[in-house]
């Protein structure tokens, strides 16, 4: 479901590259250092982000245009980049074109699914709690749509620990990936897991890998997960539910990467 698209339009020769650092953000900032045509990239980004409040339809309000941003995938793509929390969507969709003026759309889409969750468990019975976990997403407001198999992995990082049993599900929910990080939280604390050591044991162990087509980025959070395409065991559990999909990295492929070796330990849940 569309819900909402805007349209803007820039005179390039109208702009001033002083307010490039008042109007783009850090990763556009290192783009724009980078760009012959400076005037032309401000431009752009400009009207997109015009374009993405009008399709928002709520304006700046207490927003600023540094809590969004428009970088270039792999393929030179533009892709949105968020720093807080908008509701609605979880595509977004985006072109810019330039000439005298440079031109931009954006459009707001809220897909059904799209977002994915990776859960993991090396403590006590590992089944039960994969279960478990399941149980309560289910009844936090999270529609379970898919669910990968579960597979036995050697453990990431930090290896003196039992292997994970792994999986991963694709859900549909209402709420902000920020809504989202708490509600997992708060699932994982009901379920005894104590943080001591990074990448240590777990009892469980739930992460945000997708959502949609959007990156987010904030202190608390990142999507994609920041570590997803190291760990061939996750890129194997995508696949398994066709959603091996990186809005950056747009040539994610199984077959050029050394896969981890790892165990199947049951299709169904």
């Not at 401000?42 to 993405?52: C, M, V």
């Not at 409040?53 to 700046?60: D, M, N, P, S, V």
């Not at 792999?74 to 807080?84: D, M």
Request: hydrophobic residues 40%; positive net charge.
């Amino acid at each position: 479901m569309i819900i909402g698209t805007g349209v803007d339009i820039v005179d390039i020769n109208r702009v001033n590259e002083r307010i490039a650092k008042r109007i783009l953000g850090t990763t556009e900032v290192r783009e724009f250092e980078r760009k012959k045509h400076k005037k032309q990239y401000i431009a752009g980004r400009f009207a997109a982000k015009e374009a993405f409040f009008k399709a928002l339809g709520t304006g700046l309000k207490e927003s600023s245009f540094q809590d969004v941003e428009f970088i270039t995938n792999s393929l030179g793509k533009p892709v949105v980049l968020l720093h807080r929390d908008f509701p609605g969507f979880n595509y977004a969709h985006v072109s810019i074109s330039h000439d005298t003026v440079a031109t931009a759309q954006v459009v707001l889409e809220k897909q059904t699914g799209g977002i994915i969750l990776s859960l993991g468990s090396n403590l006590g019975n590992r089944f039960k709690n994969m279960n478990k976990a399941l149980e309560m997403i289910s009844r936090a407001g999270m529609k379970i749509l898919k669910k990968a198999p579960i597979y036995e992995t050697e453990p990431y990082g930090y290896t003196d620990q039992p292997r994970f049993y792994n999986s991963v599900i694709e859900i549909d929910t209402d709420k902000t990936p920020l809504e989202l990080l708490r509600s997992l939280l708060e699932i994982e604390t009901h379920m005894g897991r104590v943080r001591t050591k990074r990448w240590g044991p777990r009892i469980i162990d739930l992460d945000i890998l997708l959502f949609g087509n959007i990156i987010f980025k904030t202190q608390d959070l990142e999507i994609p997960h920041y570590d997803m395409l190291n760990r061939p065991f996750l890129l194997t559990l995508l696949n398994d539910i066709d959603r091996l999909f990186h809005p950056i990295a747009t040539e994610v492929s199984l077959e050029e990467r050394e896969h981890e070796r790892c165990k199947l330990i049951t299709k169904l849940w």
